[in-house]
């Protein structure tokens, strides 16, 4: 099994890919916030539904046999970290004392303020830019010699603002640009590393219900994307062959939903 650490872990996709990696008996390093809910998303995933699962084993004649585990039951740590002082992630994570190997890292926080050029001043645009972009780069720096050694993957969960600019998301976007450009970077630079962008549309999380807030319109979850959906997309291309790499992945909603 593997070593996977995740940022934004209580967030909607970043919970559900850490369920799903935890499902599988991966060992994870949970990154947020607030220690308080990452210590209950923990205590979720290695326990209950996400626990291993016990299998009766019988015999030719139907007797009870042996139990048989379908996979180890996982572990997770938490890692209290604050993305708006990137300058203090690589203290933060030698002290936290993080494994010498990693096989993968999912950059899964992000944070979002619309408004117009015109209104957004110098804070707005420092505040998305070193959440979604500035600390993805610190942390994916200090981590590297561990994914190096594991020859692991790095994905970055971004978003089709990423792809596209749209009136009032100058600043959002252009922090998704920019981990774009971060990923293709290091794919290029780190070729033992795999390395993949993720580009959800519009996802039920409370990062929507927000942005609907802000657009002042009315929030219905049924025209969007399961974070559990995106999490699949994402966990299928972490478990791509090592023969090949997914470099982007897009998913759009559908529509609402029935």
């Not at 926080?109 to 505040?127: K, P, R, S």
């Not at 942005?211 to 995106?230: L, M, S």
């Amino acid at each position: 099994m593997g070593t996977y650490l995740i940022t934004g872990a209580t967030g909607g996709i970043g919970a559900a890919v850490a369920g799903l990696l935890a499902e599988r008996g991966h060992e994870l390093i949970l990154a947020g916030r607030s220690q308080e809910r990452l210590a209950a998303l923990s205590r979720r995933i290695t326990s209950g539904a996400h626990a291993q699962t016990q299998v009766l084993v019988r015999d030719r004649n139907g007797e009870p046999g042996a139990v048989r585990t379908t996979a180890p039951r996982a572990t997770a740590r938490t890692l209290a970290l604050d993305l708006t002082e990137p300058r203090r992630l690589e203290a933060a994570l030698a002290a936290a004392g993080l494994p010498d190997r990693l096989d993968g890292v999912v950059h899964g926080a992000g944070v979002v303020d619309l408004g117009a050029v015109a209104e957004q001043d110098a804070d707005h645009w420092i505040d998305q830019l070193m959440v979604n972009l500035v600390s993805a780069a610190e942390l994916t720096r200090v981590l590297l010699p561990a994914l190096r050694a594991a020859e692991g993957q790095v994905i970055f969960v971004n978003s089709t603002a990423g792809l596209r600019a749209n009136p009032r998301w100058s600043a959002y976007a252009a922090s998704k640009f920019g981990l774009r450009a971060l990923a293709d970077s290091l794919r290029a630079e780190e070729p033992s590393i795999r390395v993949t962008t993720v580009y959800p549309g519009r996802t039920a999380t409370e990062m929507q219900r927000k942005v609907h807030a802000q657009e002042g319109r009315p929030y219905d979850e049924t025209r969007f994307t399961e974070p559990a959906t995106v999490a699949r997309a994402v966990v299928a291309a972490m478990e791509t062959p090592a023969d090949a790499v997914v470099t982007d992945l897009t998913l759009r909603p559908r529509g609402k939903k029935s």
